[in-house]
């Protein structure tokens, strides 16, 4: 049994009868998690590359967001960046957190799941409750750890 976001491959050679009969065993463990890293809220707080240029790294959550955000955060300067940076405390920092990133990434990755106004809609969506706004972060998160 391998570890969550490892895949393992066997390849088995075997020699033809007429010769020896032994068997070459060839493994392979791939950390495919690894692979994946690159559009987390850690990743792209971490100044690894370039934003995109619609999403400017001091842009603020209330300007992306909406005005939603800034009457839930209560913070009109905060910034995508700093959202990234926060602590998940609750369902509410989970969603800012997890939408700031799924931003990012619906602007920069080619084939994300989420179109940049998808994002913002089920941000504002799941404003309702602590619970909805956790559920929606599960979604953002899974998301963002599953594209490339």
Known sequence: MMAPGFAYTRTT??????????ATH?????????????CTAQYWSEGK?????????????????GS???EAYGHS???????????????YSSLLKQSSA???NAYSREGFPYSPWRVKT?????LVSQQAAAAQAAKFRSANEACS
């Open 13 to 22: 050679l075997k020699t033809p009868a007429s010769t020896t009969n032994m």
């Open 49 to 65: 590359e370039t934003w995109p240029r619609m999403l400017p790294v001091g842009s603020t959550v209330s300007k992306l967001l």
């Open 26 to 38: 060839h493994h392979t463990i791939q950390n495919t998690t690894a692979a994946k890293v690159k």
């Open 102 to 104: 799924a931003l990012v």
């Open 77 to 91: 300067e905060l910034t995508v960046l700093d959202a990234m940076r926060m602590e998940e405390r609750d369902g």
């Open 122 to 126: 089920l941000f504002i969506e799941s």
């Open 68 to 70: 939603g955000a800034l």
